[in-house]
């Protein structure tokens, strides 16, 4: 399977979902992306996620996704990284607070720039999660995906 057969945004979506209410499979016959909700599963979902899982390796991979610890540690990494120590201050009280990465989305709001800086950190990161994932997979060109990836 060559990287151009792959739907790069929703595998990396699937990467960043830290929500331990979906799983996500990547169909390595077909590139094709499954998602299962386990709170909206219905019999034939169940049904289908059990062959899903029994090909695991062979016919599908489970794509990990981020824990909220993982999602939280990424947060910290971009505020730690910042050199404006007001904004750096006012993220680092948001993380403090209860509902930390509502609380911090909220306070990026206060500048546009380190919101984008925030965008571009994300990014970052999600590519380089992308192109690990794609490399233990073996896909062909994982390691050229570069700024395609979302």
Known sequence: MNVSDLDLAAISQALDDHDPD?????DLREGSLWTFVFSES???TRSRLAEVTAGEGST????PSMTAQEAYEEVEDFVEGLTDPEAQDRLFAALEKKGALRTFREALLVSAETRQGWTAFRRERSRSR???????LGIEGAETIGEGAK
């Open 22 to 26: 979906r799983e996500h499979y990547l």
């Open 130 to 136: 992308l192109e690990r994932f794609l490399a233990e």
């Open 60 to 63: 599908h991979r489970r794509i």
């Open 42 to 44: 219905t019999d034939e």
